[in-house]
């Protein structure tokens, strides 16, 4: 259990960090806002048609916030050279990468919180559907977006043009969970009635976390060499 | 994560520049690669019956079948060198991976210049988005990424580590792309093969399965020809380099 | 009827494989003058 010992010790240190300065929460939900701002303009809030557009949204924020906050956890950890100091000390390439994620995680949960509930309230959206299943599927696809990305930041962070480069390897990698989220999301929030296919949906994106984070705890090892 | 090593090191034959080995493969390759591409123009355009509905657009599919095969291969030989690179850990396996992966992109933009042509000849649109279609062009976004993780700067063992990694990952990624966007929207592709749950197969005659198979042997020996020809260079240019570093080390000493 | 889309796509396919085969020449050549140039150094 040292594994998750230093993974959670590490993603505690972050996320005091985060705590003391709140630089990338910060930015990470006036960028949701003006997200949402953007797309006010771009659709209409006061059509009807709006409401079709709505899952989109929600995880064009999520991606776009999210990355903000990957590429940040790792390349913050190379302005003073303390990724050095994290791969000698006595944990191993996966609890950098366990902790980096808890943290990552943990932040783009607190962005989503706060940003959906204000999309829903800016777009004046009424949740035809159930709020359990849509709070599971959004978990299910924050996991399988932010533990590749995750990973994906690490091999990028070697990049000088890391800020550049992460979506490039991000976007193609995750678009199985995209694809199979906003399918999920669309039908939980307005049409309960194939609530069964919304289930397989997220039966495929919980398959493709476990694959992904399996293998990215063992390729991680690989990234994060000295 | 090695930052503080940017240079190349040295380690060199005693002549670098003489010529390596015998040029009897790549003639050999070059040789039957022209042979049997032009038997299979022969079977496309002279063997193969035209097809009923789709006229002589139909013989787009030859190639195109064979570059996307050619694709698919070049990025499982891709995989294959990475995951041996990250074992082995000589350069030689790095090269083969990367060479394999740019003949790939090169195939994959065929699959993705002749699809549309075919699409709008047979569907009267040029594109649509359709599993297939959609996964190859992910597979050519994901080799990109692939390619530019090998422009970063630093040394080659690192690049050429993180795009091993990136080779695997990728090369995973491909069948779950797949199978979400089967399953996300499906028909219109004309399934030949096998049996398509909800698609009826087309069928092919058997002129037409000798075209395709032998246009298909005619674009796998010229993959063989090019990334032989690919790992060559790429050695050659490997040599030099190290060859310079050594001039630079003893102008400077 | 749809010949003008055969011969669209047989063109493309070959100008890219040809392409493929100019550029790696290309590359040839370039490390030839290279060595050339360092044989020449050599002496």
């Known amino acids: 259990m040292n594994l998750v010992k230093s993974a959670l010790l590490l993603a505690k240190k972050d996320l005091f960090s985060e705590w003391k300065t709140k630089q990338v929460l910060v930015t990470q939900i006036i960028f949701a806002s003006l997200v949402i701002v953007v797309f006010s303009f771009a659709f209409d809030p006061s059509n009807n048609m709006t409401k079709a557009v709505i899952p989109g949204i929600i995880w064009v924020i999520i991606v776009f916030a999210g990355i ?16 050095y100091a994290l791969l000698v000390a006595p944990m191993e390439p996966a609890g950098i990468y366990l902790g980096k994620f808890i943290a990552n995680f943990t932040m783009i949960m607190i962005v989503e919180t706060i940003a959906i509930p204000f999309l829903f309230l ?26 590749i990305g995750t990973f994906l930041a690490a091999l990028a962070g070697n990049s000088k043009s890391s800020e550049m480069l992460l979506p490039l390897l991000l976007f193609p990698i995750a678009s199985p969970v995209l694809i199979g989220v906003t399918q999920a999301t669309r039908i939980v929030l307005s049409d309960m009635s194939k609530l069964s296919s919304a289930l397989a949906w997220t039966q495929m994106v919980t398959s493709y976390d476990v694959i992904f984070f399996v293998i990215s705890l063992f390729l991680i090892d690989y990234v994060l060499e000295v | ?40 123009i022969y079977f496309i355009f002279l063997y193969a019956e035209e097809e009923k509905t789709m006229g002589a657009a139909q013989k787009i599919f030859y190639f195109h079948v ?92 690192k690049k050429a580590r993180l795009a091993s990694v990136f080779g695997i990952i990728g090369f995973v990624d491909v069948p779950i792309v797949f199978f979400a966007i089967r399953w996300w929207q499906t028909k219109l592709h004309p399934v030949v093969f096998g049996e398509g ?35 060559t260079l790429e050695n050659l240019k490997i040599k030099v380099e190290q060859y310079k570093e050594k001039l630079r080390m003893d102008i400077e000493n | 009827m749809t010949y003008q889309y055969m011969y669209a796509a047989y063109t493309v396919a070959w100008v890219v494989i040809f392409g493929y085969l100019f550029i790696l020449d290309r590359k040839q050549s370039k490390l030839k003058k290279d060595i050339e140039f360092l044989k020449q150094l050599e002496k």
């Open chain 2, 197 to 231: 749950s909800d698609q009826s197969g087309g069928g092919i005659a058997p002129s037409m399965l000798a075209a395709l198979l032998i246009s298909i042997l005619a674009f796998t020996i010229l993959y063989a020809y090019l990334l032989n020809k690919g790992v």
């Open chain 1, 122 to 147: 800016l777009f004046d959206f009424n949740m035809a559907g159930s709020i359990p299943y849509f709070i599971l599927i959004i978990f299910v696809g924050s996991f399988g977006f932010v533990s």
């Open chain 2, 66 to 157: 064979s570059s996307a095969w050619v694709a698919f291969f070049a990025f499982f030989i891709t995989c294959l060198f990475s995951i041996l690179f990250l074992v082995k850990r000589q350069r030689i396996y790095d090269t083969y991976a990367y060479v394999s992966a740019e003949i790939g992109v090169v195939f994959t933009i065929i699959v993705l210049t002749t699809g549309p042509i075919w699409a709008k000849s047979a569907w009267n649109t040029w594109w649509v988005w359709e599993p297939r279609l959609i996964t190859t062009l992910i597979l050519f976004f994901l080799y990109i990424a692939y390619i530019m993780i090998r422009q970063m700067d630093g040394v080659w063992d």
């Open chain 2, 1 to 40: 994560m090695s930052m503080n090593l940017e240079q190349e090191k040295p380690l060199l034959p005693d002549s670098p520049l003489s010529k390596s080995k015998s040029a009897y493969l790549p003639k050999v390759l070059l040789g039957s690669t022209i042979i049997t591409m032009l038997t299979s």
């Open chain 1, 68 to 83: 903000l906050g990957l590429n940040r956890s790792i390349v913050s950890e190379q302005r003073n050279d303390t990724m």
